[in-house]
T-cell receptor, first 113, second 112 residues
Framework: DAEITQSPRHKITETGRQVTLACHQTWNHNNMFWYRQDLGHGLRLIHYSYGVQDTNKGEVSDGYSVSRSNTEDLPLTLESAASSQTSVYFC????????????FGPGTRLTVL | GENVEQHPSTLSVQEGDSAVIKCTYSDSASNYFPWYKQELGKRPQLIIDIRSNVGEKKDQRIAVTLNKTAKHFSLHITETQPEDSAVYFCAPRGYNFNKFYFGSGTKLNVKP
């Protein structure tokens, strides 16, 4: 069955380290998104992509970057991890522009010490 | 970007009662209005959605109503059950066709 996966599911790292969170989907969806979820804030959009080689900043993009070299993957990189980036990160995907349903991955819990 | 507010932030009801959660948004160009359910430790999942050309949509015990003039839409759950206990998010699609702005969530507790 088609699905969307994230790895690792849990990660503990130290301030200043570079961290990459993986997101992989097998639906062949063009659109992919990264959100962070913190208590009291719901889900906030970090970066999104509409297709290969396309990336765009969301509302909380500072300190994060993404790259889209193929349809299936959108890795999220924290250039220099900060304690404020301790959060749960969700990846999501949806079909072509105009298709509405977002499918979420299982999430990655990141702790920055 | 879109300004989205959800009310109430927490809601506690007795099993069998109805629950209503309201979402207000700011972008008059919004045209798609979904509700997501997130159980503890799980991913958000779409439970119902409505588009701007429809005023109400129902799926068994859940329904969504839309008032585009007032810029709000609501989730209605009837005959609540303990398994309805979760956090519910609205996520109207704003001016950017593929960007969704999530509300801060409503924690629903259904007491048996």
């Amino acid at each position: 069955d088609a699905e969307i996966t994230q790895s690792p599911r849990h990660k503990i790292t130290e301030t200043g380290r570079q961290v990459t969170l993986a997101c992989h989907q097998t639906w062949n969806h063009n659109n992919m998104f990264w959100y962070r979820q913190d208590l009291g804030h719901g889900l906030r959009l970090i970066h999104y992509s509409y297709g290969v080689q396309d990336t765009n900043k969301g509302e909380v993009s500072d300190g994060y970057s993404v790259s889209r070299s193929n349809t299936e993957d959108l890795p999220l990189t924290l250039e220099s991890a900060a304690s404020s980036q301790t959060s749960v990160y969700f990846c999501a995907s949806s079909e072509l522009a105009g298709s509405d349903t977002q499918y979420f991955g299982p999430g990655t819990r990141l702790t920055v010490l | 970007g879109e300004n989205v507010e959800q009310h109430p932030s927490t809601l506690s009801v007795q099993e069998g009662d109805s629950a209503v959660i309201k979402c207000t948004y700011s972008d008059s160009a919004s045209n798609y209005f979904p509700w997501y359910k997130q159980e503890l430790g799980k991913r958000p999942q779409l439970i119902i959605d409505i588009r701007s050309n429809v005023g109400e949509k129902k799926d068994q015990r859940i329904a969504v109503t839309l008032n585009k003039t007032a810029k709000h839409f609501s989730l209605h759950i009837t005959e609540t059950q303990p398994e309805d206990s979760a956090v519910y998010f609205c996520a109207p699609r704003g001016y950017n066709f593929n960007k969704f702005y999530f509300g801060s969530g409503t924690k629903l507790n259904v007491k048996p």
